[in-house]
């Protein structure tokens, strides 16, 4: 299966409710980014942890990485119907190529008004 | 200050047509990488480009695909005789500089649909 893998597919919660989303890859990495994906749009960056970080906060999100366990959850707080997005995780490999990232499936997020 | 624009929105070919795409990066940035989604499945990397150079096209298939990044210009991406399997959307992303940490800027896509 290939680097980054997001879980659950998918999720349906309630306004106002906290999302949680989880992400494992595979190899050694530099940083993880967590991006959004509306309905046939692009992706929009979200946040950017460094290996050497564990958790960072941007606004509602909270992001947290384990590398021991070569895992990261993204926390939505406090959800709005506007969060509903397809969320990925990306990873950029340490060493050889600087501009391949590689995305996960992604958790397709629903949040009921 | 625009964002990354990729034209056309929409791409209709026959089989064995051409098919070119393009994508203009933010503006001041020099490092352009595509990519392609199908659907309800993440981004798969296929080349990232400099200008007038191709730095990584480990994603691209090794026929029929190209692109290229001129001097002055769009980056384009070219598909040479397209066949079914090749229907995606296609995503360009652009950098400022080059670097590990840089989040890349993406462009709204290019569907390509093979008839």
């Known amino acids: 299966s290939q680097q980054g893998e997001e879980d659950p597919q998918a999720l349906s919660i309630q306004e106002g409710e906290n999302a949680t989303m989880n992400c494992s890859y595979k190899t050694s990495i530099n940083n993880l980014q967590w991006y959004r994906q509306n309905s046939g749009r692009g992706l929009v960056h979200l946040i950017l942890i460094r290996s050497n970080e564990r958790e960072k906060h941007s606004g509602r999100l909270r992001v947290t990485l384990d590398t021991s366990k070569k895992s990261s959850s993204l926390l939505i707080t406090a959800s709005r119907a506007a969060d509903t997005a397809s969320y990925f995780c990306a990873t950029a490999r340490g060493g050889g190529s600087q501009g391949n990232l590689i995305f996960g499936k992604g958790t397709k997020l629903s949040v009921k008004p | 200050n625009a964002g990354v624009m990729q034209n056309p929105r929409h791409l209709v070919r026959r089989r064995g047509q051409e098919a070119r795409l393009r994508c203009s990066p933010m503006k001041g940035h020099s490092h352009v990488y595509w990519y392609r989604q199908l659907p309800e499945e993440g981004l798969k990397f296929m080349v990232y480009?400099?200008?007038?150079?191709?730095?990584?096209e480990s994603g691209m298939p090794k026929e029929r695909f190209s692109a290229e990044f001129p001097k002055e210009g769009p980056s384009i991406l070219r598909i040479q005789q397209v066949v079914r399997g090749d229907s995606a959307a296609y995503f360009c992303?652009?950098?400022?500089?080059?670097?590990?940490?840089?989040?890349?800027?993406f462009g709204d896509g290019t569907r390509l649909s093979i008839l």
């Open positions: 480009l400099q200008k007038e150079n191709i730095i990584d």
């Open positions: 992303a652009s950098s400022p500089q080059v670097g590990v940490d840089q989040p890349q800027h």
